[in-house]
């Protein structure tokens, strides 16, 4: 499988094996209908298209999945992709690692357009009231719909080791150690898919190499635009 070419030959042969080790990681497969599957069909492509020697840019026109949803299909597409893998994991992941990380980008910005204003960030309102500031719990205003931080308070770039300026826009996933993301992805798909509040136990990235063991809440918070996970975390143990 070190060839490009070989590889892409390799993921058509073993579609069925890799979709169904895929569904079992998620618990189900995507509907056949749905944005999740649709958005997980033209990533296929893009790699296929990609293996071949072309250089696709990612086609998302006329789908709109959610963020978080979409995003976890495509992680566990190629983890079950590296895990079919066997021997050649390591391979397959560095082939296509990079593939996945410039698709869900491409998701993000084009997620991101759909919502602009127009106006530049530092001129938006702030997605809750300054008070916030003054809590002592990490605070972050995450979209659910991209899953970017939309708003962050002095704790969380404490906890986090980030300024408020680098927090905003950035992915939350990203703040989340690897072990923690089918955990994260599953609490934003409840509170995007409607329940109002969550508490639950989960880790985070400090920005310094270690994690903060945390105990969290998300809430829904709703305006016409757009659907907030107000999420607030407190550490519960020590940093290892």
Do not use: C
Request: glycine content about 8%.
């Amino acid at each position: 499988m070190g060839e490009n070419r070989q590889l892409a030959s390799w993921l058509v042969q073993r579609r069925t094996t890799i979709e169904h080790t895929m569904a079992q990681a998620l618990g189900r497969k995507p509907a056949g209908a749905s944005p999740e599957a649709e958005i997980l069909r033209r990533f296929r492509a893009f790699v296929l298209l990609a293996l071949n020697g072309g250089r696709p840019q990612p086609a998302l026109d006329g789908v709109r999945a959610s963020y978080p949803r979409a995003a976890r299909a495509l992680q566990a597409w190629v983890e079950a992709a590296v895990t079919v893998a066997g021997p050649g994991a390591a391979a397959v992941r560095d082939v296509l690692e990079p593939l996945r990380e410039q698709f869900q980008l491409a998701m993000r910005s084009t997620a991101t357009a759909r919502r602009a204003s127009g106006s530049p960030r530092t001129n938006r309102r702030r997605a809750v009231s300054a008070a916030i500031d003054r809590v002592s719990e990490a605070f972050l205003a995450i979209d659910s719909d991209t899953g970017t931080i939309e708003d962050a308070n002095p704790a969380a770039g404490a906890l986090l080791g980030a300024t408020r300026d680098t927090l905003l826009g950035a992915e939350a996933v990203g703040f989340v150690p690897k072990s923690e993301h089918d955990a994260w992805w599953t609490e934003l798909e409840a509170v995007a898919e409607g329940e109002d509040s969550r508490s639950f136990r989960t880790a985070l990235s400090d920005g310094r190499g270690g994690q903060v063991a945390v105990e969290a809440s998300v809430t829904r918070f709703s305006t016409r635009r757009r659907t907030l996970a107000l999420f607030l975390a407190r550490p519960v143990s020590a940093r290892r």
